[in-house]
């Protein structure tokens, strides 16, 4: 049995745009959420508020956040690694923030600049003040299925930042496979310890597909009942601190294979398509979507 209905998160403007090197305008990055809205998403990752010197594409967060022509029916939210990126955010009125820590220590140093057990004691304020302003809280376990510089990770780790998470009152519990390595029978091991500390409803699935294993975890994760989970426009991203790790599933992709298992998710896939190719045409490349480019080529006469 799967579930029948799936929410989706697009994480596309913020996992999608923070690894380009070119610029992306604030005025596109707008308007790549506006379509993504009335695609029929009602889960937007927008921007983040990181230090502009680690990444710049991101440093415009603020504009992003008070270009955007809101929507009551959708959720805004952005990534904050500590209380300096709380502080900044609240102001632009997101739904929810997102803390994002790693299963491995390694990552952790390289992409928030502090150990695990450090990280957690960054977030504890960060959870607590969110909670103050009536703010949900996600939390992201990076390299959950393995790490560009330690190379294996059990979900021994996994459980170890999942439990450390929830001790802090982190709301949700988002599995994240930076580098796409996991396979579907490893993916289900890290969730089961995600799901033993976790109700089913706060545990997501957010797979980079490096390796093409992306719609296969997801499968893999409907399987257990899981059905919330992040998907990137276009296949858009990267992680600037995982070299080589390619974006996120394509929200297309994913809407298409749920389309074909007669699972909900109010994502109308003509649409979608369009918002692939504009943010595409803006960067200058096709989409990586590969659901995405096959029906933008049957539209051709
Ligand atoms: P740090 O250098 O350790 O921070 O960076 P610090 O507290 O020592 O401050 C150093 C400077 O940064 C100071 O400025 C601070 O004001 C400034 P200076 O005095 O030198 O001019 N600073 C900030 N500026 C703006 N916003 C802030 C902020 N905090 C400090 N929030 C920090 C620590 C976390 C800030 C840094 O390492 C950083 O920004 N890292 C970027 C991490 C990132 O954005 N990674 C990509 C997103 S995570 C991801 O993609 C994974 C995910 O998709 C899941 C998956 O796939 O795995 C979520
Ligand atoms: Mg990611």
Not at 15 to 22: A, H, V, Y
Not at 117 to 128: C, D, G, K, Q
Not at 197 to 219: C, K, R, W
Request: charged share 20%; with cysteine; aromatic share 4%.
């Amino acid at each position: 049995m799967l579930p029948n209905r799936v929410t989706i998160v697009d994480v596309g403007p913020r996992d999608g745009l923070q690894n380009e090197k070119q610029t992306v305008s604030t005025a596109h990055k707008v308007e790549l959420v506006h379509r993504l809205q009335a695609a029929g998403l009602r889960e937007i990752e927008v921007t983040s508020f990181v230090s502009p010197k680690w990444v710049p594409q991101m440093a415009d967060n603020a504009k992003v956040m008070s270009g955007l022509r809101r929507q009551a029916n959708v959720r805004y939210s952005v990534l904050v690694p500590n209380m300096k990126g709380l502080e900044a955010a609240l102001p632009t009125e997101p739904d929810e923030v997102v803390v994002f820590g790693a299963a491995s220590e390694a990552f952790s140093q390289r992409n928030i600049n502090c150990g695990i057990a450090e990280s957690i004691e960054r977030f504890r304020p960060v959870v607590a003040a969110a909670h103050d302003s009536n703010l949900k809280v996600r939390g992201a376990i990076s390299c959950s299925l393995g790490c560009p510089y330690q190379g294996a990770v059990s979900p021994d780790e996994v459980e170890r930042v999942v439990m450390l998470m929830k001790g802090i009152g982190v709301d949700h519990c988002g599995v994240a496979d930076t580098i796409g390595v996991g396979t579907p029978k490893r993916v289900q091991a890290a969730m089961e310890r995600a799901l033993k500390h976790y109700p089913l409803h706060e545990v997501s699935g957010h797979f980079h597909d490096t390796y093409g294993q992306a719609l296969a975890n997801i499968y893999a994760c409907l399987a257990m009942g899981i059905h919330t989970f992040d998907a990137s426009i276009a296949g858009l991203g990267g992680c600037p601190y995982a070299k080589g790790a390619t974006g996120n599933v394509a929200t297309e992709d994913v809407v298409f294979m749920l389309n074909g298992l007669d699972v909900e998710t109010g994502v109308d896939l003509d649409t979608l398509v369009d918002a692939g190719a504009f943010i595409s045409e803006a960067l200058g490349r096709p989409p990586v979507s590969r659901a995405g480019k096959a029906l933008l080529a049957k539209r051709v006469p």
